[in-house]
């Protein structure tokens, strides 16, 4: 796989441009036009937040198009969209529709149950989710030009980003210490090409921006999953379904800058409304979950 | 002397990458989120991302006139969101700016995502790589700018005095030339002020 590939560095920088910033899940113009007033560095532009698609259920498919093309004509930031995982053909019609970046998401529901996306064969960038590394470098072999983790969506609980966060980079650290006949060994066990896992080895991180998502619903949420070693985060409910999105917006736009400052990070803490509801992962069925989608 | 210092915007966006480049051309980089992180700098950079992020951010932290008066007495140079920043003038939509330099520019004026592109252009006299991601475009440039590259006939690298901004990512490339030209301009500037005293 060839990283210095014109087209496919093109992708990877965008996602270089997204780094530190918050990309926020909306559903109309008017949230998008909220969303980058307060200082979103991205849009994704979805029929239902995660929390809404799993309260409702039933098949969740690529937005209208309709709502797409408002969002997009709305603002002047990158506009992602959501495709089915491995449903292709979504994928070209949102790559002519002109869309920013596709995400091949686990909030819907799969179309294909053992294949992604061949995504080198794209002109637009996609971004997929993982909960650890062999997941993340076999969606880079897919031609994947940003990994975000995929959490838990829709439940408004960290911790399974931070669960995910945590694998990656631990993960990462591992195949530093390694030596070269080891790494062909570590390639088996990942179930993820060599020249990936050995690309990891030397450099300790992912080829690609490494972003998070997936119940982050505070500043602070934010905040810890930055430093925990995410470069950008994803907020989808966590926004829209609180009592004061405006607010909330911008209080996260200021922790994913600031994170590591705890007094900017008391700023933006303060005078928040209500947080969107929680849900316990861990009562949850193995059926309700939707970071287990993906292969 | 110490080792030269230059900062780094780091409010969002690329700035790691540039922090590399100053550091491949032996630069003391520092990232910049505060106000008073500014004090010791000899040069700043405005990186890539996006503007509207960076903006807002500016104005609710209180850093954009900090910014401004540095401007006033030290080299700035903006890459992509960052020439939107120090343009006098911004369309498409229109928004504030530091107005350090006489430009007009247009925000993504080559289209979406899908019209990035990586070129080749003309810089003093070398072919130079150029890597435009949802780039703007420098529709006007004032009397006192000087045009260094251009593409299809749109400036894309442009200095006035002390300040440099280029349309594209001269971070993302392998080669360091341009961030060299400007530690050159950096240390320009300090050594005609010392002249001065």
Known sequence: MNFQDDQFRLKVGLAEMLKGGVIMDVV??????????????????????????RKEGGVARM??????????????????????????????????????????????????????????????????????LGEALRRIAEGAAMIRTKGEAGSGNIVEAVRHIRTIVKEMKQLTVLGKEELVHESKNLQ???????????????????????????PADAALVMQLGAEAVFVGSGIFKSADP????????????????????????????????????????ESELMQTRGW | MGKLKIGVLALQGDFEAHCKALERVSVQSSEIRTATDLEDLAGLILPGGESTTMLKLLERERLFEPLKQFGRWKPIFGTCAGAILLSREVVHPAQPSLGLMDLTIERNGYGRQIDSQVARIEVGNKTAEAVFIRAPIIRRVGSN?????????????????????????????????????????????????????
């Open chain 1, 192 to 218: 993820a090409p060599l020249e990936l896992v050995g690309y990891v080895a030397e450099n300790g991180k992912l080829p690609v921006p490494n972003f998070s998502a997936g119940g982050i619903a505070t």
């Open chain 1, 28 to 53: 109309n113009a008017e949230q998008a036009i909220i969303a980058e007033k307060a200082g979103a560095s991205a849009v994704m532009a979805l029929e239902r937040v995660p929390a809404d698609i």
């Open chain 1, 63 to 132: 937005s209208q198009i309709r709502i797409i093309r408002d969002i997009m004509g709305s603002v002047s930031i990158p506009v992602m969209a959501k495709v089915r995982i491995g449903h292709f053909v979504e994928a070209r019609i949102l790559e002519a529709l002109g869309v920013d970046y596709i995400d091949e998401s686990e909030v819907l529901t799969p179309a294909d149950e053992e294949h992604h996306v061949d995504k080198h064969d794209f002109k637009v960038p996609f971004v997929c989710g993982a909960r650890n």
């Open chain 1, 246 to 285: 405006e607010t909330r917006a911008k209080a996260i736009v200021k922790a994913a800058t600031y994170y590591r400052d705890p007094v900017k990070l008391l700023e933006a803490s303060e005078e928040l409304g209500e947080a969107m509801p929680g849900l316990d992962v861990s009562k949850m069925q």
């Open chain 2, 145 to 197: 700018v000087n045009v260094l590259a251009t593409l299809d006939a749109a400036p894309v690298l442009v200095e006035e005095g002390k300040h440099l901004a280029a349309t594209f990512h001269p971070e993302l490339s392998g080669s360091e030339r341009i961030h060299r030209y400007f530690a050159e301009k950096v240390q320009h500037q300090i050594t005609c002020g010392a002249s001065l005293h």
